[in-house]
């Protein structure tokens, strides 16, 4: 029995100790990622405050904000006009074919005093024009 838990000790303490190891490693390897990443941003943000303080300033000529709306509106209006006009592609509604039930809601929708049960489909449909009279 001695030496069962003999083994079984040792076993757990093995365990115990990679699991400490490995969970130290990972730890080490993250800060060791965070911080170059953060040395990474500090040398970036450097170089570009070097960058923009060795560029002149130029003046822009400030325009008036109605003359950008009316550009702007004058702009777009272009497009649009391209666009319509470079589409080769024309746009036409689908007629679809209605269902007797479509027309039987419709009817029943116009003049309730119709119901489904007593609407008479095939007199309704042939003086609607959609079927012949037999």
Do not use: Q
Not at 22 to 27: N, Q
Not at 81 to 98: C, E, T
């Amino acid at each position: 029995m001695d030496s069962l838990s003999f083994i079984l000790i040792s076993s757990f303490s093995e365990g115990l100790t990679v699991t400490v190891i490995g969970v130290t490693v990972v730890f080490l390897v993250l800060g060791i990622l965070s911080l170059a990443i953060y040395l990474i941003g500090y040398i970036t943000s450097r170089i570009a405050k070097r960058i923009e303080s060795k560029e002149k300033i130029v003046a822009v000529p400030k325009v008036e904000k109605e003359e950008d709306e009316e550009l702007a509106a004058v702009i777009a209006s272009a497009i649009a006009a391209y666009m319509i006009l470079r589409s080769k592609v024309v746009s036409r509604p689908i007629r679809k074919k209605r269902s007797l039930w479509d027309f039987a809601r419709k009817v029943e929708a116009i003049m309730p005093e119709h119901s489904v049960s007593r609407l008479n489909y095939d007199e309704l449909l042939i003086n609607e024009g959609l079927r012949r009279s037999c």
